[in-house]
């Protein structure tokens, strides 16, 4: 079998920040695949459970009422929890979404009050969901992403 793109990145040498991990096309379409990476692998703790499944919640919720909600595919956690991954219609780099996920983070940062989608009939596990933490791991993401503008793989 064919190595998966993803598994050729060297995570050892990886940090947080908004990568590019690939470009998918078919049939004159083409959707990028945005590593939205959050903490560093294999060198901080994995993030946990339910502040990443707020994150998830509040994340969806966000992009696909944003202005660019036509250009959403599909927000979600990566296996590994060490991020998420972004999928947008068209070929696009880092830079070009990068104001939307600082504004995705400020969205998190300011968020009160119920937690969208975490119902029993919305969700298949509603219980599992934290604010509080989902803040932490906004406010991380979004001070690693402004101080140092990862947007490249490292080799």
Do not use: W
Not at 76 to 82: A, H, I, K
């Amino acid at each position: 079998m064919d190595k998966i793109a993803s598994f050729s990145v060297n995570h050892i040498n990886l940090y947080p920040g908004l990568y590019v991990s690939r470009y998918d096309t078919k049939n004159d379409v083409t959707v990028t695949t945005f590593d939205m990476r959050f903490t560093t692998p294999n060198r901080e703790p994995v993030m946990d459970t339910a502040g990443m499944h707020t994150l998830e919640h509040l994340g969806a919720t966000y992009l696909r009422n944003s202005a660019r909600k036509d250009d959403i595919v599909y927000f979600g956690p990566m296996g590994c929890r060490t991020g998420f991954y972004l999928v947008m219609f068209g070929q696009l780099k880092s830079e070009d979404v990068y104001d939307l996920v600082i504004d995705l983070c400020d969205f998190i940062l300011d968020f009160e009050g119920e937690i969208p989608g975490a119902k029993p009939e919305e969700c298949g596990n509603y219980l599992d969901q934290n604010l509080m933490e989902t803040k932490c791991y906004a406010k991380k993401y979004k001070e690693d992403l402004v101080n140092h503008k990862r947007f490249v793989y490292p080799e």
